[in-house]
């Protein structure tokens, strides 16, 4: 015989409750399902003891209204919201026990990329590839555990745009010292395999800031592109944030905002590295996420 059980919903509740199930499939098993588990006010008490959104709700509490509309106006997603930068940003400083609340900035949020280069080494190159297609491992569409690998097609053409923002403390160990962030744009012309470099030169010593370069008309065809990051001939730090590649109206990085800039292969990206691949690397160079203090 089934065991069944009841619960009383309040009147008052009804709406919220009934609000928070969900249909499965009536041809396999038919049976109706809670969307999120509902915790018991025991429960919900412990979440809050370990949450940072009481913390971060009084501080935000606290700003003035300008402060909020900043915090709103640089955040770099499509749908823009103030608290949820503010929170992504304040939680950072309170696992890492630092003081007061930080200042919105237009350059980069909560984690950006940091390159490092210590002696011995002198040069680090990092890469992201961006082949006409590739594969990714993605879930089926209304199902639970199941996945399929689909092919992406990154169409591109000219023209295409990159930006960045950085923040650089470097300093010359040899001759020919650069440090570039850079496009290398693959086109076909009268039979010939060509690569056209679009170049932001940046300075081994700058405050936050940001730049951009467009490709101009190249001849032939253009194929694919390929970002790189290179420091040649130098050592210190270079943070990076709100990268940019955009051609055909999206802006097509993978980890735009650096929030996992070291992150390789995964179960998702199987034929492509995911964010940036170590091209260069010798001891002493180090690339990865981090929060700017």
Known sequence: MAKTGYILVPPESEDLFYKDLQTMDRYIIPRIRAKAKVLSTAQ????????????????WANLSDETKQLWYNYDPHAQQHGWRSFVADQSNRIKLGLEGVA??????????????????????????????TYQLYQKV??????????????AFSLP????????????????????????????????????????????????????????????GLAQSYNLFIHIYNATGELLIDN???????????????CKNINRNFTRQFSSVLANWAPLTLPTGATYQSVYPT
């Open 44 to 59: 919900k008490q412990a979440t809050a003891d370990k949450s940072y959104l009481p913390t971060c709700q009084e501080l």
């Open 103 to 132: 200042t919105p900035n237009q350059y980069h949020q909560d984690l950006v990329g940091k390159l490092l280069i210590q002696a011995p080494a002198s040069e680090i190159k990092i890469g992201q590839y961006h082949p006409h």
């Open 141 to 154: 569409a209304g199902s639970k555990d199941m996945y399929e690998m689909a092919e992406i097609k990154e």
């Open 160 to 219: 295409l745009k990159i930006t960045i923002s950085y923040k650089s403390n470097l300093v010359s160990t040899g001759p020919e010292t650069f440090v570039r962030f850079y496009a290398s744009v693959r086109h076909l012309y009268q039979g010939q395999n060509l690569n056209h470099d679009l170049i932001i030169n940046i300075p081994l010593i700058n405050d936050w800031t940001s730049d951009n370069i467009t490709t101009g008309t190249l001849s």
């Open 243 to 257: 990268i940019k590649a955009e051609h055909n109206g999206s802006n097509w990085v993978r980890d735009p905002f």
